[in-house]
């Protein structure tokens, strides 16, 4: 298959963004794909991912859907392992485009729960192996692995083919990638986007409490310098503690301020509607875990909420300072 220029996908965006009507459907798709992770950002960026995304948005796919999604999945493979090389940009692409592959099936509900699943463990296989967490690479742009794996894990969130079991090892997934030592910090809104992914779960009411709560314990043990003989042995924070940290107070304003749906996906009004089942509670435990990092910063809880308060603002005594 002979690959098309630059100059011939310039003209499909440009006239737009319609299926080519001199090569098979197949034909495109296969060399977009491949194209996904190219180090050259126009070409990636600019052309293989709004045009496949396009089509997927636009029903183009919708018989194959299933075979679209399984030739995504081997991009999350390629390479793995690897740091600081143009390897990352294909798991990276093929990640965001799962993300928009499982939204469709969301939105129009074509895919069995097995297909679904399968993706899922193949997702969450590779998020939590990825080596390379560059946001930024100086002459290939954006690589953001961490910040479209959160964005592919929201999506399998929203999928009806999930429920609490799934969401519940969603979570310790989210889990292992924060806490998972790494020499890098995150510095291109990874922990804001990670903070939604938890968001979208914790809108589907699912997960109470004693699920929720553990975990975030298991997050905070994460942000407490470890004291050996009363003094540091490593400069502290490290990057891992730095990056949960910022993960737990990004989790903790979304709570705090609410969070809405995406306008694109069909069900996101209607998930988003309404603050999650025992937000107070979560807030309450959110902050408990912040508060522990720097426990001689933060003034202390004085009184709890009652656990049937509504969702309003605090009094001036209460647990959220």
């Given at each position: 298959m002979e690959a098309m220029s630059e100059?011939?996908?310039?003209?499909?965006?440009?006239?737009?963004?319609?299926?080519?009507?001199?090569?098979?459907?197949?034909?495109?798709?296969?060399?977009?794909?491949?194209?996904?992770?190219?180090?050259?950002?126009?070409?990636?960026?600019?052309?293989a991912y709004p045009l496949l995304t396009t089509w997927?948005?636009?029903?183009?796919?919708?018989?194959?859907?299933?075979?679209?999604?399984?030739?995504?999945?081997?991009?999350?493979?390629?390479?793995?392992?690897?740091?600081?090389?143009?390897?990352?940009?294909?798991?990276?692409?093929?990640?965001?485009?799962?993300?928009?592959?499982?939204?469709?099936?969301?939105?129009v509900h074509l895919m069995s729960p097995e297909s679904v699943l399968e993706w899922g463990d193949h997702a969450t296989s590779w998020y939590v192996r990825e080596q390379d967490h560059r946001g930024w690479l100086p002459e290939q742009g954006f690589a953001n692995a961490i910040s479209h794996g959160a964005d592919l894990l929201g999506a399998l969130a929203r999928s009806r083919h999930f429920g609490r079991l799934e969401l519940t090892v969603l979570l310790d997934v989210i889990a292992d990638r924060v806490l998972t030592p790494t020499s890098y910090v995150w510095r291109h809104g990874e922990d804001d986007r990670l903070a939604y992914a938890v968001m979208t779960a914790l809108h589907r009411?699912?997960?109470?409490?004693?699920?929720?709560?553990?975990?975030?314990?298991?997050?905070?043990?994460?942000?407490?310098?470890?004291?050996?003989?009363?003094h540091?042995?490593?400069?502290?924070?490290?990057?891992?503690?730095?990056?949960?940290?910022?993960?737990?107070?990004?989790?903790h304003l979304q709570l705090a301020l609410g969070v809405q749906g995406r306008a694109d996906l069909r069900g996101d009004a209607e998930l988003f509607a309404e603050q999650p089942a025992h937000r107070a509670d979560l807030l309450l435990a959110v902050l408990d875990q912040i508060r522990g990092e720097s426990p001689w910063l933060y003034r202390?809880?004085?009184?709890?909420?009652?656990?049937?308060?509504?969702?309003?603002?605090?009094?001036?005594?209460?647990?959220?300072?």
């Open positions: 100059a011939y996908w310039q003209a499909v965006m440009q006239t737009g963004r319609h299926v080519p009507s001199d090569r098979s459907l197949d034909e495109s798709t296969v060399e977009l794909v491949e194209m996904l992770g190219h180090p050259n950002p126009r070409l990636r960026e600019d052309l997927v948005a636009d029903g183009v796919y919708d018989d194959l859907l299933a075979g679209l999604g399984a030739g995504i999945l081997p991009g999350l493979r390629f390479g793995l392992g690897h740091d600081r090389d143009t390897s990352v940009l294909r798991r990276s692409y093929s990640a965001l485009m799962l993300a928009e592959i499982v939204g469709r099936d969301n939105n009411n699912a997960l109470d409490p004693s699920i929720v709560e553990p975990w975030l314990a298991r997050l905070g043990a994460g942000v407490r310098a470890p004291r050996t003989r009363g540091l042995d490593d400069e502290w924070p490290s990057p891992t503690a730095k990056n949960t940290s910022s993960f737990l107070r990004a989790l202390q809880t004085t009184r709890a909420r009652p656990l049937d308060a509504p969702d309003g603002p605090p009094d001036n005594d209460t647990a959220v300072q």
